[in-house]
Each structure stands twice: as structure tokens, then as C-alpha cells.
């Protein structure tokens, strides 16, 4: 909302709703979505986003909140809908900056606590546990929690009862009729609902491209129990750590098939202890082991639950894949099952862990090649039935990239909402609503990005990662330039050289001085006191000519300087940038980062 909508039209914006979403609209994950009225704002979800292949050195992506840093007085407190990481893996940066309650299940608040720790904010949190069917009143907005079913459990939707009507904020969710903890999706607290009346619709479009609907988690059990039957040695099994009833559905079948439990990788790790802690998990712990003891058991009686279906460098199946895991190994016959959706911009990971766990002799299972994955978001009928059970007068998707919330809008249109009531926006744009309209307006600097490398402390700019970027494609030139300055003898002056202390650099002769006296004059230079490295551009030993070619331009450069420019050292590094990146662009059609250094002595 601009600020002359705010300023011009003070009653309408009393009788409004903003929804800005920070992460999630245009992009698989950082999902976080802003409601606010002019007194109140609350947030639901803060997760973060993993990097693609052409971010180096990044960890971890997550949403900009200078949006409610800059509002933290207004912020009644953030919601949280489940405990995958895209949807809470942001919050210990978040309450770094923002000091606000926090509302959310108890398994989603348990998983989320291991990352506050680790920051070290877990003490000063403001955690509070609710159950599907609670209520929540923070100023303008009274929350109430409905169980839906996903692939990890107490996920929940969230609708907010607010002054111009009620607002539904689906979360991750799908219609599962047979879920493995049991508890179906609340389809009776939806209709209800709908016959009371939903102003607005915000819907996950994970899925809008995928027809029917999304079979049921247990449609999985029989292929992965056929792998458990027909694997004579090591049997590896690679989801989401914060896949829960996945991984319930792997421990069933190792209790089934009498094979020893091993876990590797430490979020896993974690995440089934909370879990079993909290009984989300039904375990027999006499059936587990310390992964660094499988090896004394023989490999028939082994399952290893891995981390790393992603592909993610540091993870048990990618440290498995290359060999160099501590203390487990993949050999000859053993099978590796990789349970989880690929997500879009790691396909390239993935293939490269496939291909090294093949070298290896090992059999892979995967969604591609067998019916081991099923997703935890609904598909098209799934999405439909969802708008035909609240029937909201306004609707938007929300989660996925830009398709896929074109394909659900169209899915929305078909089952009856009017094309003018349905609004595809993307991060940082407003959603205006009112009891009779709503509109999007523009982004005006509401989101962004925040790239970290290592701990969420380490915040990379933008020029650090072009930077990398251009590194790794086209590596670095380093111009090393040597200038004299007056030394107090009246013999030598900067843009002066004499005889003597020409004769002192390192490769001086009177041959090489000779062609070069005139320039050198001029410049303040010595022959030889420019040198040039390159690394990652070209092979020096093999590019001597393009190499003196530069140095001669350098020379050139620094020839045209006035005395007062040549004493700015920046003036010079601009300069001598400028000249050697057009003529690597002309020469080789690359342009490295070029980095010159200038010395005074």
C-alpha cells in the first residue's frame, strides 16, 4: 500500500487488510506472509530457502524483514502452520531482530527450538503452544487453528477473523484419507467456514500443475516394502529430516523385515528424537543403533535413515556417495532409496550423487524410477475441493513459482470464482483487501533477499555473490603496480625516474630500459614493476603475449594520469580496471574480476 493511499483514504484503510508476502509467491520455500491492519500486524511463517547451483558459497537464503523492523511496534506475533524448514527456518533470524511471541504446535515449536538454540536465542523466545482447534486474539486478528494433513504432523491452516471478514491461510496441506497418525484433514471446521462466509482464500500451489488428486502417504508402503524384501545387504533410505511420516513408515518396515535402525545426519537425528520424545513417532529403541556401530552387524541386518536427498554437499548420502563419511560406506549391492521430491534447482546435486552412489555398485530407487515419493501437497482436485469447501468471495495462491500460481488461479476460476476476484501477486507486492474489493499494488523495496554464508550472521551483499559468481566463470586478473614517490633528494619525483634508481629493479638492464625510458619517464615506472597474475582466466606460462599486451595498456593508463590523479590510488585502480576489462573483453570475449593493486614506495 502506498503512502498516499494510506494518507488520502483514512477510512477505507480502516476498513482494510494489507497482506504483503516477504517470501513464497515466485519461488519453491522462504515462505512468510505479512497481514496488517492499521493498528496490528501478525506474521505466519518465517522459513528460509535453499540455494541454487549458481549461488556459490551460499548456505542459506532468507527472507528481508527491514518490512517489520521498521513496524515492530505494530507485530502482535508470528504464527507458525508446520515444522518443515521452509517454513520456520528463518525464525532465529527473525527474533535476532524482532523481540514477539510465537504460536505454533507443539512438534513445529520442538523442531523449531533445535535452530533458536543453535543461534542462541532459544531463551529469549516468546514460545507459545497451541493445538488444532484453539484460538488466538492479538489485536485486530483472532486466529483459529484447523488440522490438516502434510507429510509431517500437527500442520495446521490458520483463519484469521478480522474486521472486514475472515481470511483462510491454507499452510501446506492435502486430503489424505488414510494418513498414517489417523487424523484426517478438519473438513467439517472448513465447511463450517464456508457457510458462514470467506471474504479471502490464500492457497499452497505446490502441486497446481499436477492432475486428480495426491494419493495417500500409505500409497508408498508396498513398493518400499518390496525393496526391504529384495535387498540382501545394506539397505539405505534418504527423505526430508522433518519428514515424519515417512520416516514412521521406514520404521515400521525395518521392525517388519527385522533389520537395526541407524540414523545419520544430524537434523535427522534430532528430529526423530524430538519426535519419538513427544510420541509423533512410535519406536521400539531396542531396534536402534549408533550409526558408528553398523558396521559389526552384518549388512542384511541394517537400515540407515541418511540425510541429503537433496543432494546438499555436507549430508550422510552426499559424504556417502564420494566415500568420505566417517564411518559408513556404500559397497557393491547395497541399496540406496531417495524418498522426496526434487526440488526445483537441485537437480543437478542429485544426478551427481546418483551417478558417484552408481559408480559405487549400489541400486538406486527414486521417484523417477519407482513409486517411493508421494507428495505432501494436494494436487488439483485436492485444490479444488479446498475452494469449493470455503468458497471465499476473494481468492490468491500462494507457494510455488509463478506457474504455479497462474495454474491455480485458472483452477479457481473453473470452480466458479470470478476472474476479477482472484489476484496473482508475487513477493513483495500488496495485496489490498476490503470487505468489497481486493487489488495488488506494488512492490516498492517490501521484500528481498538476505544470502548467508555459514551461520544467519554472516549476511553476503549482493556484489559478494556477483563477485563469486564471476570467479568461478571467469576467474581474476590482479594487475600489481609499483609507483614512485619523491624521496626527498630532489633526484627522483613521482612520474621522474633517474638512471640509479632504475638500475636497482629487479629486472633492469640497459637493453630492457632502453625501449622504455620515454614511457617510464613519464609514468614514474621502472621496467618490470608491473606484474600481472592471473588465476582461473588464462594459463600464464602459455598467454605471455596477451599478458605483455596488458601490461603495455596498464603502462598507458598511468602515462595519462595527471601527478595529482596518480597520488588517488582508487583513480588509478578505476582507471587501470576500466582499460584491462575492455581489452579482455575484446581479446578473449571474457571479462575477469580484475583487482589491481597499487604500491608506493
Do not use: W
Amino acid at each position: 500500500m502506498t503512502d498516499s493511499i494510506l494518507n488520502n483514504n483514512q477510512e477505507n484503510v480502516n476498513g482494510s487488510v494489507s497482506i504483503i508476502p516477504l517470501g513464497g509467491l515466485g519461488e519453491f520455500g522462504m515462505n512468510m506472509m505479512v497481514y496488517e491492519t492499521e493498528d496490528d500486524l501478525i506474521v505466519i511463517d518465517t522459513g528460509f530457502m535453499l540455494p541454487k547451483s549458481d549461488m556459490p558459497g551460499v548456505d542459506l537464503i532468507f527472507p528481508d524483514i527491514r518490512y517489520l523492523v521498521e513496524r515492530q511496534e505494530k507485530i502482535r506475533g508470528i504464527f507458525l502452520t508446520h515444522g518443515h524448514e521452509d517454513h520456520i527456518g528463518a525464525l532465529a533470524y527473525v527474533l535476532r531482530q524482532l523481540d514477539v511471541p510465537v504460536y505454533g504446535t507443539q512438534l513445529t515449536l520442538a523442531i523449531a527450538s533445535g535452530r533458536l538454540r543453535e543461534y542462541g536465542v532459544f531463551g529469549k523466545a516468546q514460545l507459545n503452544t497451541i493445538v488444532a482447534g484453539d484460538t488466538v486474539e492479538l489485536g485486530d486478528f483472532t486466529a483459529e487453528f484447523i488440522h490438516v494433513t502434510h507429510s509431517i504432523p500437527d500442520s495446521v491452516a490458520i483463519a484469521l477473523r478480522t474486521p472486514i471478514g475472515v481470511i483462510v491461510h491454507t499452510g501446506d496441506f492435502k486430503f489424505d484419507m488414510t494418513p498414517i497418525d489417523g487424523k484426517l484433514t478438519d473438513i467439517q471446521t472448513l465447511a463450517r467456514l464456508g457457510a458462514e462466509g470467506v471474504l479471502m482464500l490464500i492457497s499452497d500451489s505446490t502441486n497446481a500443475e499436477r492432475p486428480g488428486q495426491m494419493p495417500s502417504e500409505r500409497s508408498i508402503y508396498s513398493a518400499i516394502d518390496s525393496i526391504f524384501q529384495n535387498t540382501e545387504q545394506k539397505l539405505f533410505l534418504s527423505t526430508f529430516s522433518s519428514s515424519l511420516h515417512r520416516v514412521q513408515q521406514f520404521i515400521d518396515l525395518a521392525n517388519k523385515h527385522r533389520r537395526l535402525i541407524a540414523v545419520a545426519g544430524r537434523s535427522l537425528i534430532n528430529n526423530v528424537r524430538t519426535a519419538s520424545e513427544l510420541g509423533y513417532l512410535k519406536v521400539n529403541p531396542d531396534y536402534f543403533i549408533d550409526a558408528r556401530d553398523a558396521s559389526m552387524f552384518r549388512p542384511h541386518e541394517v537400515m540407515i535413515l541418511s540425510t541429503g536427498s537433496q543432494g546438499e554437499p555436507r549430508s550422510a548420502l552426499t559424504l556417502l556417495a564420494f566415500d568420505n563419511h566417517p564411518f559408513l560406506n556404500v559397497e557393491q549391492g547395497d541399496t540406496v532409496v531417495i524418498s522426496a521430491r526434487i526440488i526445483p534447482g537441485n537437480e543437478r546435486a542429485i544426478r551427481h550423487v546418483v551417478n558417484h552412489l552408481l559408480k559405487r555398485g549400489a541400486k538406486i530407487y527414486h521417484e523417477g524410477n519407482s513409486n517411493v515419493h508421494v507428495s505432501g501437497h494436494g494436487a488439483s482436485e485436492d485444490l479444488k475441493l479446498m475452494i469449493n469447501l470455503l468458497r471465499p468471495k476473494f481468492f490468491t495462491p500462494m507457494h510455488g513459482e509463478y506457474q504455479n500460481l497462474v495454474r491455480h488461479a485458472e483452477l479457481a476460476e473453473s470452480v466458479g470464482i470470478p476472474i476479477e476476484n482472484i489476484n496473482v501477486a508475487e513477493d513483495g507486492e500488496l495485496i489490498y483487501l476490503t470487505a468489497d474489493s481486493c487489488e495488488v499494488l506494488g512492490r516498492e523495496g517490501r521484500s528481498g533477499r538476505v544470502l548467508v554464508d555459514g551461520k544467519a550472521e554472516l549476511e553476503l551483499e549482493d556484489i559478494v555473490l556477483r563477485d563469486r559468481i564471476q570467479l568461478s566463470e571467469d576467474g581474476i586478473v590482479v594487475p600489481i603496480i609499483v609507483l614512485h614517490s619523491d624521496t626527498g633528494d630532489g633526484n627522483q619525483q613521482e612520474g621522474i625516474v633517474t638512471d640509479e634508481t632504475a638500475s636497482q629493479g629487479e629486472h633492469s638492464t640497459a637493453s630492457e630500459q632502453s625501449p622504455t625510458t620515454a614511457n617510464d619517464a613519464k609514468t614514474g615506472l621502472n621496467t618490470g614493476e608491473i606484474e600481472i597474475i592471473s588465476r582461473g582466466f588464462v594459463y600464464m606460462d602459455k598467454s605471455e603475449e596477451l599478458m605483455e599486451a596488458a601490461k603495455e595498456i596498464t603502462r598507458n593508463v598511468i602515462a595519462n594520469l595527471s601527478d595529482e590523479q596518480k597520488h588517488e590510488t582508487e583513480t588509478v585502480q578505476d582507471e587501470v580496471r576500466g582499460a584491462l576489462r575492455r581489452f579482455f573483453s575484446k581479446q578473449m570475449q571474457r571479462t575477469p574480476l580484475i583487482f589491481p593493486v597499487v604500491m608506493r614506495v
